[in-house]
């Protein structure tokens, strides 16, 4: 099909992006990527009067070092951050994620900050982004603001950002020395996670020290494994104890049935899955 018609804005700064969405109607959309938006504007499933074009904002891309943070511009393409090596010492988790987005022409165009901002629940990167404790830089027309990931997702593809707002770049804090895995599951390559598990765990002398664990659409937004956590810190990184560890994954989930997979079955793969990423990453 063919997209309604929309005007289009492709500004140069952020002030400029902030200033064009502060003045346009709830209608308006985003554009970075455009690899969840464009699909459904030649489906129609979305009908803007207005698309604001990210891509000629320089200073919204890239990967530094702040102190100890790493900063990710929010439109740094997932190819970028998955072979970064920034990333890949202080935050190896978001490389593993990235790795598993569709494939390389999805990663080569769709963005780290556009994934985030559209908060699919069976998108790779936002569990994540919860597990390590990301927080995401907000550019309005009141001015700056910081969101942490446990509030900027809000509910199924919907999330903090306000009229007008704009998200700039996502912060990570450095996990240097942290093990790390991303576990998913699908039915055929390159598809939608039907279950994923975000998993960083540090290890002294065969013990779990500590543990991040985040599960992918088991909810309609990333949710944090807290029980699988306490049950993993100061026991055995083996299997037997991980595995009874992960029997808490799916503990305060609300997955939805659908197509790809019922209830009973999500909660099952987040069992086994988690099993399986946190031994991956304790052996890593």
Known sequence: MIPAHFDYVAPTSIAQAVGVLARADDDAKVLAGGQSLLPVLRMRLADPGLVVDLGRIEELRGIREDGDALVIGATTTH?????????????????????????????????FGGALAHADPAGDLPAPAL??????????????????????????????????????????????????????????????????????????????????????????????????????????????????????????????????????YRRHLAEVLTGRAVLAAAGG
């Open 131 to 264: 597990a390590l404790d990301a927080e995401f830089v907000i550019d309005g027309p009141s001015g700056r603001r910081t969101v942490a990931a446990a509030d900027f997702f809000v509910d199924l593809f919907s999330t903090a950002l306000g009229h007008g707002e704009l998200l700039t770049e996502v912060r990570v804090p450095k996990w240097t020395g942290w093990r790390a895995h991303y576990e998913k599951f699908q039915r055929v390559a390159q598809a939608w996670s039907i279950v994923g598990v975000a998993a960083a765990v540090r290890v002294d002398g065969g013990t779990v020290e500590q543990a991040r664990i985040a599960l992918t659409n088991m909810g309609p937004t990333p949710v944090r494994a807290t029980a699988v956590e306490r049950a993993l810190v100061g026991g055995p990184a083996t299997a037997e104890a991980v595995r009874a560890a992960a029997r808490h994954a799916a503990e305060g989930t609300s997955p939805a049935a659908d197509a790809g997979a019922d209830v009973d």
């Open 79 to 111: 190819h970028d951050v998955l072979r970064d090596p920034l990333v890949a010492e202080h935050a190896p988790l978001l490389a593993l994620a990235a790795r598993t987005v569709a494939d390389p022409q999805v990663r080569h165009r769709g963005t």
